[in-house]
């Protein structure tokens, strides 16, 4: 018997989730919770009794990254399905960095759904082709982006810090060059870039994923 553990804040999507597993022998609800935090509060409580939780990733209190970075390292042997509606490619990247071994999104049939639970649980890993699609895509553009222009080291620290809104001044402090090297390293980014101010260069920036964390 498979026992999951459901999390997510909508209540008609918990119900229907469970309606469709439930019809299913060998897999049973162990729990449900409306966010990260909850999902916790029943692990704890219930010591063994989770096999697979499935969580929505945009959750209050505590989202689904969040959420499934915990139970990565807390509860090991426990597998994670995310079951989200949003397929942007740093969602997913994010959900597998935090453990999860699989990505659906809301709008996937009930027998997609049953099946990755089991696969899943035989240690397999199911991925919607949405989340595969968009994981390509991201490391495309990400190579693209590489082959785009040479930024040096230096001229991606500053860039990092303008981001950042640190002004010239407090960049010039944290790396230790002057404000004029600062200035000389913002005109170089906007030549090689083509951007015509540092708006234009922000917009390079996340365009062409420079940097993964925002």
Known sequence: MINVLLVDDHRLIRDGIRFYLEAEDNISIAGEAANGKQGF????????KVDLVMTDISMPEMNGVEFSKEVSERYPEIKILALTMIKDSQYVKQMLQAGASGYLLKNAREKEIKEAVVKIMEGETY????????????????????????ISPREKEVLRLVIDEFSN???????????????????????????????GLVKYTLNNFLFEDL
């Open 169 to 199: 001044q407090e960049i010039a402090d944290k790396l230790f060059i002057s404000v004029r090297t600062v200035e000389a390293h913002k005109r170089n980014l906007l030549e090689k870039t083509g951007s015509k101010n540092l708006a």
């Open 127 to 150: 991925y919607t082709q949405e989340a595969t699609q968009a994981i390509m895509d991201y490391y495309s553009n990400k190579k693209k982006s590489e082959e785009l222009v040479a």
């Open 41 to 48: 509060i029943f692990l704890e409580n219930n010591p063994g």
